[in-house]
DNA sequence: CAGGATCCCGACTGATACTG
DNA sequence: CAGTATCAGTCGGGATCCTG
């Protein structure tokens, strides 16, 4: 497919449940659960711990749309105290390789967006 | 650098200016508004046309913060009436790739991901 | 330990009307 | 044409308290 092609399919209206999705996986705190995931299985409190930032509510509720999505693995241990462990499956390994595609760009792009947000001031150019 | 070194980056302290760029790239409206631009330079009405769903006030707010970042140049032209041209700069360009890679991904795994969520029920996995 | 339930505020976003 | 201004509604998301 051509790279026309695909932005094609991010606009045009059979695009709506690809946008959807993108949506989703670009939120705030989707990129960074399965980036720290990316590790191996980790437990709640691990996630908790090593996600600076992130309330337990948004834990949870990310890590369940995680679960729906097939993205994340959930496995709990009938014991006490509980134990909950959370793992990538093929599919959310799968979206390591694109989502650091982005975070790529962004670490590389990072000094220039900052530059020119620091001289922002109508940089709009007149002619006519 | 290696993948892990990459997800390090997305996930540690230093890497918050990264998630704060990222989340701005990610959001409902800066990714489609690039990929309309990958076809060139448009107008401010080109592009409400083009982004169905987008209203004017969103358009003004997501050109105007794609212009401070430096991703979007803006060109008026003192004309009656007036003429606004929005295109693309080198490093919004350089965007298309990482987001095509993205959007790739989830054009590739949109059928596992809705069949997951149609059959999602307590899909949980219980041991011990 | 791993969350569920609640309260609440500010940000995002759409709709509408107005202007240079 | 290309916005700005204003109002209003929704919702993301944090803080806190509670439970199996």
């Known amino acids: ?14 695009g709506r449940t690809i946008r959807a999705i993108l949506d989703q ?6 990129l960074l659960i399965v980036a720290t995931l990316d590790q191996g299985t980790l437990r709640f409190t691990d996630l908790h711990q090593q996600i ?9 509720l990310t890590l369940r749309n ?4 097939g993205l994340v693995s959930r496995t709990v241990y009938a014991e006490v105290p509980p134990r909950v ?9 799968s979206l ?4 650091l595609a ?11 967006i900052e530059a020119s947000r620091a001289t922002y001031q109508a940089r ?3 002619r006519g």
């Open 25 to 30: 996986i670009c939120n705030k705190w989707t």
């Open 96 to 99: 390591i390789a694109p989502a």
């Open 124 to 126: 709009t150019v007149t």
């Open 85 to 93: 462990e959370y793992a990538l499956t093929t599919t959310g390994k």
């Open 1 to 14: 497919m051509s790279e026309y092609e695909h932005t094609c399919m991010i606009r045009g209206d059979g």
């Open 66 to 69: 995680l679960e729906r999505d």
């Open 102 to 112: 982005l975070a790529g760009w962004a670490i590389e792009h990072v000094p220039h």
């Open 52 to 60: 600076p930032g992130i309330s337990q509510r948004m834990l949870t």
